[in-house]
């Protein structure tokens, strides 16, 4: 086994970094959609109880 130099660690921090970044920007997209889909149900059971 090779050993790993300076550059194969900066690529590895790098991809692990945007991976991050890509889960985190996947779990706000999710957690936005959640809520649009919270608020669009409330409105509908307001709709058809007449209850605000």
Known sequence: MSEIGPNERK???RNGLFF????AGCVRALAADSE???AKT???????????
């Open 42 to 52: 409330e409105e509908r059971l307001e709709q058809f109880t007449g209850v605000a």
């Open 36 to 38: 649009t889909v919270a």
């Open 20 to 23: 991050l970044l890509l889960l």
């Open 11 to 13: 690529n590895m921090k």
